[in-house]
């Protein structure tokens, strides 16, 4: 994170002083000592006199001194050291962290304590570690309801980290699938979050669980509207319906002029619903086949070369961004048109109609389609213009004379007998 200072350097004297005593972490220069003294510091904080609540000291709990809030973010930095990890890990600090998740009310402090794990769970045996802390994975996961976009953003961060790591994958699956309420938590923030940051990070968990577990994507496709059991709300407000496609979109819609490869996972996201029956009829909606074919549509523009030299010049100077960009331009274009694919096998005559008379499917549109999902996807392509000859001769046959081949297959197909 740019916003943390780094660790300054040590002074003259302790280095010597490091020398002398043995002080160091490891192989770096860190002091154990100094390192001892913040994470003491910590235990202070969320000690029981110091978190007795009142109305008068309420609102400084909620703040963090300027002069501890430097010192644990340069434990912060520091923890990316794999050295200084494991002297974490060694002196219990995830049991401070733990206490501090669980009894502080200050944001910036718990977003630095989950950061810090987030490092640490960047090494395979510490993560193991900490996932195996069935206490702390449950102080972990009710993170996810915080309110602050940064905590929630450090615990997207190592929540990713840890379901990534094979060993660990499955044993945060099931606690996920045992908390209903992070369902409702995650379609929260897609919904409702402006911060594409946290939209991304939250996106590649949502498409790393689903890549992980179908189960669990299935339960997230049929039980949209679970009651939270275990997040306190008041009692005023009313339970809001979630549906996982709607939130999804909206995620996407947020992150697709920003983040390239943020967009990538939630197409990912969308591909990996059209694998299940329930998923496909979640998403089979004229609207969405629209978007699609406007993302299609747009990555065909980004991908023109320019047509003068001076813009040729331009372009030149950026050639490592540009392949870069067409890279993710290419994903893009690869997972919207499996997507696509998926959406044409399922259409009926009705939706089709439909489509024709609402303004979602024209001559246009379909040309679009179709140029990018032929050859790959010609016997869907084949499908859906048999659909379209029933609902708008005029519109198939055009088709047909803009792809001939599509003409020459479907006059096979028509030539031939029972």
């Not at 959406?343 to 140029?371: M, P, R, S, W, Y």
Request: glycine share 4%; charged share 25%; proline share 5%.
């Amino acid at each position: 994170m740019d916003r943390n200072p780094s660790p300054p350097p040590p002074s003259r004297d302790q280095d010597e002083e490091v020398v002398a005593g043995g002080d160091c972490i490891g192989s770096t220069v860190y002091s154990k000592h100094w390192l001892f003294g913040v994470l003491s510091g910590l235990i202070q904080i969320v000690s029981p006199e110091n978190t007795k609540s009142s109305s008068d000291d309420e609102e400084q709990q909620m703040e963090l001194d300027e002069e501890m809030e430097n010192e644990i973010c340069r434990v912060w930095d520091m923890s990316m050291d794999e050295d200084v990890a494991l002297f974490l890990q060694e002196f219990n600090a995830p049991d401070i962290f733990l206490g501090v998740l669980a009894k502080s009310k200050c944001p910036r402090l718990r977003e630095i304590c989950v950061g810090i794990l987030g490092n640490m769970a960047c090494f395979q045996e510490i993560c193991v570690s900490i996932s195996s802390d069935k206490n702390l994975g449950q102080v972990l996961l009710h993170c996810l309801y915080d309110s602050d976009p940064p905590t929630l953003l450090e615990t997207s961060r190592l929540l990713l980290t840890c379901i990534s790591q094979t060993e660990v994958a499955n044993v945060w699956v099931e606690r996920i699938r045992e908390h209903p309420a992070i369902y409702d938590s995650i379609c929260f923030i897609m919904s409702s979050s402006t911060n594409v940051d946290l939209l991304v990070k939250v996106g590649e968990v949502v498409d790393k669980l689903f890549d992980l577990d179908e189960k669990l994507m299935l339960e997230w496709i049929r039980n949209g509207a679970v009651q939270p059991l275990d997040q306190p709300q008041e009692e005023s407000e009313e339970q809001q319906v979630f549906r996982i496609v709607p939130c999804v979109l909206e995620a996407a819609k947020q992150v697709r002029s920003e983040n390239l490869e943020g967009l990538d996972a939630y197409m990912h996201i969308l591909q990996l619903l059209t694998t299940v029956d329930d998923g496909i009829q979640a998403i089979v909606d004229l609207p969405l086949i629209d978007s699609l074919i406007r993302v299609l549509q747009n990555v065909e523009q980004c991908q023109k070369k320019p047509e003068n030299s001076a813009e040729l010049n331009a372009e030149e100077t950026k050639k490592s961004d540009l392949t870069q960009d067409d890279f993710h331009l290419k994903i893009l274009k690869d997972i919207s048109c499996e997507f696509l694919s998926n959406i044409f096998q399922v259409l009926t005559k009705d939706i089709v109609a439909k489509g024709l008379k609402e303004g979602q499917l024209n001559k246009q549109k379909c040309c679009c389609a179709f140029h990018n999902l032929l050859p790959f996807y010609s016997p869907v392509v084949e499908d859906f213009l048999k659909i379209l000859h029933e609902v708008d001769k005029t519109l198939a046959r055009n088709l047909e004379e803009s792809f001939p081949s599509l003409k020459s297959t479907f006059l096979r197909g028509e030539t031939q007998g029972p």
